[in-house]
């Protein structure tokens, strides 16, 4: 029942790591940057460099967020099945098997209505001058074009975290 991707299925432990690896050299030495990435984790139809370009921004924003000496980014991957009651839930998920990367910071967080308009391009809570201001409408294009579906929790001063579902690939080899 699911379409046929025009990316072909991909490791993205491989690209993850990758990813993270970009993230340490642009970021300081001094953010704590963690990682947890499943053992078994699924291939997924993908283009390699958008998803790096994908975590990388996700990461950006996180270091954005982060005030105190001890906040941290956390990046994870793992595989889940989405229920139907699940999918419901979700909104926009179809029920059926995916990787989750997830970044998480310990940042300041943001209130219901920024994170409500936190994909609309040119949307910043940065000052002017001060970044893109298209860090996650150019997250969600690339999660739209790969068939998956972006979620983003966040209090105030209890930080973000943002779940990225992409579909597995139906892996025939």
Known sequence: HQEVSEFPPADLKAIVHE??????????????????????????????????QLV?????????????????????????????????????????EYVVLTVK???EGMDKETVRRVFEQFFTTRDVGDGTGLGLSVVHGIVVRHHGEIMIESEPDKGTRVRVYLPLAEDLT
Request: with cysteine; glycine share 6%.
């Open 19 to 52: 990813a993270v690896t970009m993230i340490r050299a642009l970021l300081p030495a001094t953010i704590n940057i963690r990682t947890e990435i499943g053992v078994d984790i699924g291939r997924v139809n993908c283009d390699p460099d958008q998803i790096k």
């Open 56 to 96: 990388v921004n996700l990461c950006n924003n996180a270091y954005q967020a982060l005030e105190r000496a001890d906040d941290y980014i956390e990046i994870s991957l793992n595989e889940v099945i989405v229920s139907p009651e699940a999918a419901r839930s979700a909104g926009n998920l179809t029920p059926g």
């Open 105 to 107: 910071d310990t940042g």
